[in-house]
């Protein structure tokens, strides 16, 4: 069964970049066909998708955060990672990292991170 | 792509039956079976439930099961029991460039 692990700064200041990183156990990131995701829920609130990556590389978007959001993936340390840069107090949450099938692409998840930002 | 809908909370006495609802589109809900359930204890990662609608994967209890009617996917819990107490979401894929969409949350509270 895959396991992922979160990890990274736990506090942002604001207009930086916040980097996150999954490490994924009990499987090759490389040898299953799983779609990679990020999601976060802010205090009290809702899940939001943010973005995923699938195994070949291929890579989509939340229209919300496109234009400040990047992941990636690390095959030789089984790790893929999210960067969302110019960060504002709307960005404090906490972040998860997910994985699983194209119509049910969050069947594990990591125990979550809280990220702050503030300065 | 707004969320999906669903209601704030529902209620139950431990070995009732509750339904939660989740309220879409044809462009989410109603366009695949693609819908999921997820199960968040607070401080706690959301759990998979059911996926695909109705399938229930391993290690989600029996008492679980899910359903759909044109734009609107049911979460069935059935012998309500304490350990049921918990925020629920739905998911599903969409057809617009959000692709992935969650609903509001449905907070159970068992009586």
């Known amino acids: 069964q895959v396991q992922l692990q979160e990890s990274g700064p736990g506090l942002v200041k604001p207009s930086q970049t916040l980097s996150l990183t999954c490490t994924v156990s009990?499987?090759?990131?490389?040898?299953?066909?799983?779609?990679w995701s990020w999601i976060r829920q802010p205090a009290g609130k809702g899940l939001e998708w943010i973005a995923r990556i699938y195994t070949s590389g291929g890579t989509n978007y939340s229209p919300s955060l496109k234009s400040r959001v990047t992941i990636s993936v690390d095959r030789s340390k089984n790790q893929f990672s999210l960067n969302l840069s110019s960060v504002t107090a709307a960005d404090t949450a906490v972040y998860y990292c997910?994985?699983?099938?194209?119509?049910?692409?969050?069947?594990?998840w990591g125990q979550g991170i809280l990220v702050t930002v503030s300065s | 792509q707004s969320a999906l809908t669903q209601p704030a909370s529902v209620s139950g006495s431990p070995g009732q039956s509750i339904t939660i609802s989740c309220t879409g589109t044809?462009?989410?809900?109603?366009?695949?079976?693609?819908v999921s359930w997820y199960q968040q204890h607070p401080g706690k990662a959301p759990k998979l439930m059911i996926y695909?609608?109705?399938n229930r994967p391993s290690g989600a209890s029996n008492r679980f099961s899910g359903s759909k009617s044109g734009n609107t996917a049911s979460l069935t819990i059935s012998g309500l029991q304490a350990e049921d107490e918990a925020d629920y979401y739905c998911?599903?894929?969409?057809?617009?460039?959000?692709?992935?969409?969650f609903g509001t949350g449905t907070k159970v509270t068992v009586l």
């Open positions: 695909d609608v109705s």
């Open positions: 997910a994985s699983g099938g194209l119509t049910h692409p969050f069947d594990y």
């Open positions: 998911s599903s894929y969409t057809t617009s460039s959000t692709l992935y969409v």
């Open positions: 009990g499987d090759s990131i490389s040898s299953v066909n799983y779609y």
């Open positions: 044809n462009s989410d809900v109603g366009g695949c079976n693609c």
